[in-house]
C-alpha cells in the first residue's frame, strides 16, 4: 500500500545533487540506531505530465516480503545506508498504483523509446537529481553497458562522475513500462505522438509484441495518426496487427486512409474477412476501394490515388488558389498540381502549383497549364510509370481512361514504393549532419 506526498515544485534547470539508481539498488536499509531493517530493492517515480517523474518512495525488501517506505522516512540517499528516520514499516505487501512507475523493474534494463533519435533503445542506467526540495527522474544511459560481470556490477561511484555527459535528459524518451493504468495517465503527454508516422512505423517494425501493444495504446488516441502510421507499415505487419481487431475497428482505422493504401490493406485482409470490413466503410470510401481493387496492383490502376484536384478549364488561378487552401482532406502531394477539365470531364491540361503562385490572379487555369501533359492509361505497368516521371521530373501523374477522363493520380511517393528494394523499410536511414547539434554544449 502506497502514500501519495503532497505535489512537489516544478522542478529548474540547472546544477543539482544527483545520484544513479545502479549505485542505489541493494544498499542496506538501517534504522537511525543502525539496525538493519532490509535492503532497497526499487525506487517510486510518479508520473507528472510533462514534469519530471517524482520519486514518492522506495520499495525496501524486508525477509521475503517486498514493503513500501515513503521517501519522507528516508534521511539521506548519500550515504552507503539508506538510514530511516523511523524504523516503523508498514509490513504490507507493496501493490503499485496507476500512475507509478518502478525504476528497476519497468525501466532499468528495459527498452524505451528514444524519441529525439527515433529508435528502440535500452536503459543501461538512470539518473535521480534533487530539485527543490525533491528527488526525481532526470536523466536516463541508453548507451551499450559491457557484457558480463563487468555490465551487470555497473560502474564505480568515480568512475560514474566522470560520465555524467552520458546521461540525457528523461524527456527525450518514451517509457515503455508495460502498466495500463499508468500508460493511460501519460496518454495526453505521449511523446512519441511527436514522432512522424514512418518513424513509429519503424519502431513497430523493430518491437516485440508487448512493445507493439504499447506503442499503438499510445498512438490509438490519434485516429489520424494511426491511420497514418498503418499507412506506412509493411504489409505483412499491417496485417497482423489489424488482424487481431474487430472487423468494425479494422473499418474504423482503413475509412481514415487513403483510398489505394486501404485498398491495400483490405487486400491483404483473409478472405472471408473483406467484405464484412468493406460494408462497414462509408460509402464514398467504399466505392474507391473497390474500384482500386478492380485494378492489377502492378499496374498504374492498382497504384493511383483517387484524391486530386480538377477544376474548370475557365476558372481564375486566384479561385483555384483558394480551392488548394480548402482542399484540406487531400495528400499534399497530390495539391502539387491542379488538373483543368472540361464540362465532360475530359482532361485538358495541368497546371503545377508553382505556375499558379506565379501567374496573374486573374488568368485562367488552361491558360497556365501543359495543355499536352504526360498521361497514362490504368494498365501501364508501374515501371513504365517510374521512367516517365523520371525522364519528365513530374511530382505526380494523371491516369485516364480511354476517353481522358482522369481517374486518378499517381505520386513520386507511390512510385519511389514500389520501386525500392523489397527490405528498404529496414535499412538504416541516414541521419542529417546536424542531428545531435548542442547535445555536448
Known amino acids: 500500500m502506497t502514500a501519495t506526498p503532497a505535489a512537489a515544485p516544478v522542478p529548474e534547470t540547472g ?72 524504523a516503523r514499516l508498514d509490513l504490507r505487501r507493496f501493490e503499485r498504483r496507476d500512475g507509478e512507475v518502478l525504476l528497476r523493474a519497468d525501466v532499468l534494463g528495459h527498452r524505451l523509446i528514444d524519441v529525439e533519435r527515433a529508435h528502440l533503445v535500452r536503459a543501461a542506467d538512470l539518473q535521480l537529481a534533487r530539485r527543490d526540495g525533491a528527488w526525481v527522474l532526470s536523466g ?12 551487470l556490477l555497473g560502474l564505480g561511484r568515480q568512475e560514474q562522475e566522470h560520465e555524467q555527459e552520458a546521461f540525457r535528459d528523461q524527456s527525450k524518451f518514451e517509457v515503455l513500462i508495460g502498466h495500463t493504468g499508468s500508460a493511460v495517465l501519460r496518454g ?32 490509438h488516441v490519434d485516429p489520424e495518426l494511426e491511420a497514418d502510421v498503418f499507412e506506412e507499415l509493411d504489409d505483412d505487419l499491417a496485417t497482423r496487427l489489424l488482424g487481431a481487431r474487430s472487423d468494425q475497428e479494422v473499418a474504423e482505422v482503413i475509412s481514415r486512409m487513403r483510398a489505394d493504401d486501404a485498398a491495400d490493406v483490405i487486400a491483404e485482409l483473409p478472405q472471408r474477412r473483406r467484405q464484412p470490413v468493406l460494408d462497414l466503410l462509408p460509402p464514398g470510401q ?72 506565379q501567374a496573374d490572379p486573374s488568368a485562367r487555369l488552361v491558360d497556365v497549364s501543359d495543355t499536352d501533359p504526360v498521361r497514362v492509361g490504368a494498365d501501364t505497368d508501374v515501371v513504365d510509370v517510374a521512367v516517365l516521371m523520371t525522364d519528365y521530373n513530374l511530382i505526380t501523374i494523371p491516369v485516364v481512361d480511354e476517353r481522358c477522363r482522369v481517374l486518378g493520380v499517381i505520386t513520386v511517393d507511390d512510385v519511389l514504393e514500389v520501386t525500392l528494394p523489397e527490405d528498404w523499410r529496414r535499412r538504416e536511414a541516414a541521419e542529417p549532419p546536424d542531428a545531435h547539434r548542442g547535445e555536448a554544449q
Open 15 to 86: 546544477a543539482s545533487q544527483t545520484l544513479n539508481l545502479s549505485g542505489l539498488l541493494k544498499r542496506p536499509l538501517t534504522a537511525r540506531d543502525g539496525e538493519s531493517l532490509g535492503r532497497l530493492s526499487d525506487v517510486i517515480v510518479r508520473l507528472r505530465g510533462a514534469d519530471y517523474p517524482l520519486v514518492t518512495g522506495l520499495v525496501g525488501t524486508v525477509g521475503r516480503r517486498q514493503v513500501y517506505v515513503p521517501v519522507e522516512q528516508v534521511s539521506s540517499f548519500d550515504a552507503e545506508e539508506l538510514k530511516l528516520t523511523s
Open 140 to 151: 536516463i544511459d541508453a548507451r551499450r553497458r559491457p557484457r558480463g560481470i563487468l555490465g
Open 188 to 219: 495526453p503527454f505521449a511523446r512519441i505522438r511527436g514522432l512522424k508516422p514512418a518513424q513509429i512505423a519503424d519502431l513497430l517494425e523493430d518491437a516485440s509484441k508487448a512493445e507493439e501493444t504499447e506503442i499503438l495504446g499510445r498512438v
Open 286 to 357: 467504399r466505392t474507391k476501394v473497390l474500384t482500386l481493387m478492380g485494378f492489377n496492383p502492378t499496374s498504374a490502376g492498382g497504384l493511383m490515388g483517387m484524391d486530386f484536384l480538377a477544376l474548370a478549364s475557365g476558372t481564375r488561378v486566384d479561385e483555384v488558389l483558394a480551392a488548394v487552401r480548402e482542399a484540406v482532406s487531400l495528400q499534399p502531394e497530390a495539391l502539387t498540381s491542379v488538373h483543368a477539365i472540361s464540362e465532360k470531364g475530359r482532361l485538358l491540361g495541368v497546371a503545377r502549383l508553382v505556375a499558379l503562385v
